[in-house]
């Protein structure tokens, strides 16, 4: 079902759900696109979680955005479509390794529809035995200002894979991967974000890589920017380098970008001292089979 009550989406959001979206695009093997949202599969990397998903948006979040004002309602049986897609091999025994070892996944984005809609959505999955987590976040935009202030750590943009070990290592330990033994998927995703020409990773060193930040421009849209993730190994912290690597890219890109984040709530204030403002809040569920 197609509901056309609303003429238009919101600025903030057509355009950071459209980087969170295409950033996805760029990580994964192949993307296929509806009018409620996208599925990704990546069968080169099948524990890497958001290359294995169907991301639901109930609408349309290409350019050109000839959809923008019809909100779409994904299929009935959702969550046994995904099962199917996702997992047959482990139903039949005889198909890929990768749908043998990948576990079905839908992420839905509740921002723009009503509860009522999104509940019976979530009942859905729970009665197909699917574990369902919601989260919020808040979006946060910078209009670019210029370049970055002097801040003492010398600041370089990593290229080719010799820079990827080091890079693993770091994202492993700052991003709390390491302790959760949930690493196996990171070397692909990183390797293809350094090869990738949408891409930008920057790092700061000392004895090693110790800080990144990893920022994505798609083609499609060069004024937008989104920083994907920033991460300051434990003990390098309160030091200022995830500041001076967000001014840093900020710096570099032309002046009229609006650069966005998507940052949990007791990261806000963070980023509002580095003249990001809040623009919006996404709310979501993730819904995934356990193994």
Request: glycine residues 6%; contains cysteine.
């Amino acid at each position: 079902m197609v509901h056309r009550s609303r003429s238009i989406l919101p600025a903030w959001y057509a355009e950071s759900r459209f980087l969170f979206s295409e950033a996805l695009r760029a990580t994964s093997d192949s993307t296929d696109s509806f009018v409620f949202g996208r599925m990704f599969k990546t069968p080169s990397n099948p524990t890497y979680r958001q290359g294995n998903l169907v991301y639901i948006t109930f609408c349309h979040l290409e350019f050109p955005w000839d959809c923008n004002g019809v909100l779409a309602d994904p299929p009935k049986q959702l969550a046994a479509i995904i099962k199917r897609a996702y997992s047959y091999g482990r139903q039949q025994n005889e198909h890929s390794d990768y749908e043998r070892r990948v576990r079905p996944r839908c992420l839905v984005d509740c921002t723009l529809k009503d509860h009522e809609s999104t509940d019976a959505i979530v009942r859905e999955f729970v009665g197909d035995g699917f574990t369902c987590t919601r989260s919020h976040d808040a979006v946060m935009r910078l209009a670019v200002a210029g370049p970055a202030p002097s801040s003492g750590f010398a600041v370089s943009r990593l290229a080719g894979p010799d820079e990827l070990p080091g890079l693993v290592a770091c994202a492993a330990r700052s991003l709390g991967y390491d302790q959760a033994n949930d690493t196996e998927w990171l070397a692909p995703k990183l390797r293809v974000q350094l090869e990738h020409p949408e891409f930008s990773v920057f790092a700061i060193r000392d004895s090693g890589i110790c800080a990144f930040l990893v920022l994505f421009v798609s083609d499609k849209a060069r004024d937008l920017a989104l920083v994907q993730v920033v991460g300051t190994l434990p003990e390098c912290r309160r030091r200022g380098m995830a500041t001076c690597l967000l001014q840093h890219a900020a710096g570099s890109l032309p002046s009229s970008t609006k650069v966005y984040l998507d940052a949990e709530k007791h990261m806000q204030g963070f980023y509002e001292r580095l003249g990001f403002e809040l623009v919006g809040n996404v709310e979501s569920v993730e819904c995934v089979l356990p193994e």
